[in-house]
């Protein structure tokens, strides 16, 4: 009698130092409490930021120990009897106050060790089929999540690891701000991931088993010819915040559409410059069309948008917004006799906006002989333009029907009509057309950047003495006006520097007559 209280006494005494050996442990757990390691740890990967806990189970009357059979019944015929009740480990019946997947458990010399403290039970061995469940990152950060043993038709737990996406590979993408979206683990079979996400609930393991991240949009079942084409395609019927990453150069033959409200798709080059080239023969179909509320089409760094055929345009912007933000657009051609304006971006309608941070629009041809043309067109319904930054310059074009025009090839590189203009930072234009309807048509914003040569088109009404640029929530300067160089009168020809000159009046440049 005296030798069993005895014996019970240092068994309390070692429940009670491994109990505060878990108290200690549990203060570094996610959720711990009263010394138990959170109920986030998953073997072991989240008790001490993941590097302190063992999965404690009981299977077939037997204690196991990460999937190992520790050969302890639960029914005392090994000496002792070990359950798990509302997540605590009991012995004999009474709860040490441990996490039963909170704590590190050992075996050492056939004895039970928790934490390091012999429990004085012993282990008579035993055994079960245990498989590996191993996590592939797909090069996230961290790049390590620690795999598990699970046992034969168990389940494997899902890391609560944070995980965070660079994007290093051709594809697309969902967005959340600036993070990549996680789309879960996948089961990869045979080096393939499964269409389907792993199901941690629902899916026992019955081998070793690979889970890899996901990242990218699977495009395999959308149909096109290559990932532009699938992309656009996806994105009309997922309208979300993408990115597509371009590894490669592509030709694309069919017209783009965003025709669905709130699809942003930013689309940028990785490494280096990568191409996309429009070859559809057709004149009138645009490459990208941009027609729904909210859409909006961002080219950015490492991108160059051309065309191998003639048409009259490359991007047509009629209901939602365009950026160009690093990206370069050269090389579209259009000789072609046509019934309509000719332009490489056009934009109009009040719903619709262009601006421009960064990049390039150079080295395209836009000729009509029938009607006219600009490179960059900004025409009608009062749409919004907005450049601070990049360039368009050293573009051919020739605004004016030559049946008409005594000037017919005067360049334009950018023609603006009935709109909100914004110049300013560091953005240059070569050539820039203001075109009169109205009584005073007005450039509204913060100026700061340059223009080569500033043309002025009447349509039938003179443009001596009227404001030619109006300041707006900002405060002209003669250094802004001396950013604008009088090119010539379109509708007749004139060299507008010879007899004109534009003068700052209150916050108003209007352009007068230089007296004799």
């Known amino acids: 009698m005296c030798k069993k209280v005895f014996k019970f006494f240092v068994a309390a005494l070692m429940i009670a130092a491994v109990a505060m050996s878990c108290a200690k442990d549990g203060q570094d757990g996610k959720d711990g409490k009263d010394g138990q390691d959170g109920k986030d740890g998953i073997n072991g990967i989240d008790g001490k930021d993941g590097e302190n806990g063992s999965v404690v189970t009981i299977v077939d009357g037997y204690l196991y120990i990460n999937g190992v059979n520790t050969g302890i019944s639960t029914d005392g015929t090994s000496g002792s009897v070990v359950t798990i009740q509302d997540g605590y480990l009991y012995i004999d019946g009474e709860n040490t106050g441990i996490s039963a997947d909170g704590c ?19 282990v008579t061995g035993g055994g079960a089929n245990v498989f590996i469940v191993s996590y592939d990152t797909d090069g996230a950060t961290p790049a390590e999540v620690r795999s598990e043993s699970v046992i034969a038709g168990g ?11 660079t994007l290093n590979k051709e594809g697309l993408y969902m967005m959340d701000g600036n993070k990549v979206v996680f789309l879960g683990w996948y089961k990869v079979i045979d080096g393939v991931m499964e269409s389907n996400e792993f199901d941690f609930d629902n899916m026992p393991i019955t081998a070793n088993t690979t889970l890899k991240a996901k990242w990218s949009v699977d495009l395999t079942q959308v149909n096109g010819t290559n990932i532009v084409d699938k992309t656009v395609t996806y994105i009309n019927a997922h309208p979300q915040t993408y990115t597509l990453m371009l590894e490669n150069n592509y030709e694309v033959v069919v017209r783009q559409t965003l025709n669905v409200a709130d699809v942003r798709l930013t689309v940028k080059g990785l490494g280096s410059k990568r191409t996309i080239t429009y070859t559809n023969p057709l004149q009138a179909e645009a490459f990208f069309h941009i027609n729904a509320s909210g859409v909006a089409l961002i080219l950015e760094e490492n991108l160059v948008l051309t065309k191998t055929t003639e048409g009259i345009f490359l991007i047509h912007v009629q209901n939602g917004n365009l950026t160009l933000d690093g990206a370069e657009i050269t090389g579209v051609t259009n000789t072609r006799t046509e019934t309509w304006n000719s332009s490489v971006v056009y934009v109009t309608s009040a719903t619709a ?3 421009m941070k960064s990049g390039k629009i150079h080295a395209n ?10 490179v960059v067109q900004i025409y009608g319904g009062n749409p919004r333009f ?4 990049g ?5 051919s074009s020739n605004f004016g029907n030559p ?7 005067a360049p334009a590189d950018v023609f603006i009509q009935s709109s909100n203009f914004f110049l300013s930072g560091d953005a240059k234009i070569g050539s820039l057309i203001l075109n009169r309807h109205q009584d005073n048509i007005k450039l509204t914003g913060v100026f700061g950047g340059a223009v080569d040569a500033l043309q002025l088109h009447n349509g039938g009404d003179p443009w001596e003495d009227k404001n030619v640029i109006q300041g707006s929530g900002y405060t002209l300067t003669q250094a802004d006006v001396d950013k604008f160089t009088l090119g010539n009168f379109r509708n007749t020809g004139e060299a507008i520097s010879q007899t004109h000159e534009l003068v700052l009046e209150g916050n108003n440049v209007v352009l007068r007559a230089i007296e004799p």
Do not use: H, W
């Open 104 to 122: 590190v458990c050992t075996m050492q010399d056939g004895y039970l060790y928790i934490n390091g403290v012999n429990t004085g039970i012993s």
């Open 155 to 165: 389940l494997a737990r899902e890391p609560v690891t944070a995980l965070t996406k």
């Open 353 to 355: 906006s262009f601006d």
């Open 365 to 374: 041809t836009m000729r009509n002989t029938s009607a006219q043309t600009s």
């Open 386 to 389: 907005n450049m601070t930054g």
């Open 391 to 395: 360039e368009i310059t050293g573009n």
């Open 403 to 409: 049946s008409t025009s005594s000037n017919p090839n």
